[in-house]
């Protein structure tokens, strides 16, 4: 049975078809899942689980973060941005007692 808008909170048959039943909260599907008696959690609003990673493989890199080589070391963007800053304060107050 699948569940509609107006009906109580209880299980019904997992709409998504990866469990058995799945709670609805009288509003919207949850993360709630049952198999059996086994009560375990599985994001409705995902289409396909997660997968395991091998150890034998390296992870691939985090999207959106960025990696600068400086002198052959490996720096994040971030980083190489806030030594840049750190610098340029530095001859700026330099600079500042130089000048008067």
């Given at each position: 049975?699948?569940?509609?808008?107006?009906?109580?909170?209880?299980?019904?048959?997992?709409?998504?078809?990866?469990h058995?039943?799945?709670?609805?909260?009288?509003?919207?599907?949850?993360?709630?899942?049952?198999?059996?008696?086994?009560?375990?959690?599985?994001?409705?609003?995902?289409?396909?689980?997660?997968?395991?990673?091998?150890?034998?493989k390296?992870?691939?890199?985090?999207?959106?973060?960025?990696?600068i080589?400086?002198?052959?070391?490996?720096?994040?963007?971030?980083?190489?941005?806030?030594?840049?800053?750190?610098?340029?304060?530095?001859?700026?107050v330099?600079?500042?007692?130089?000048?008067?």
């Amino acid at each position: 049975m699948v569940a509609k808008p107006d009906s109580e909170a209880s299980w019904h048959t997992d709409p998504f078809g990866r469990h058995e039943a799945r709670w609805w909260n009288g509003k919207k599907w949850t993360e709630k899942v049952r198999d059996g008696n086994r009560i375990s959690i599985d994001p409705p609003d995902i289409t396909a689980a997660p997968q395991g990673v091998p150890f034998n493989k390296p992870a691939s890199p985090i999207p959106g973060r960025r990696t600068i080589r400086l002198f052959g070391r490996r720096l994040p963007g971030a980083m190489l941005l806030a030594l840049v800053v750190v610098v340029a304060v530095i001859v700026l107050v330099g600079v500042v007692l130089i000048l008067g």
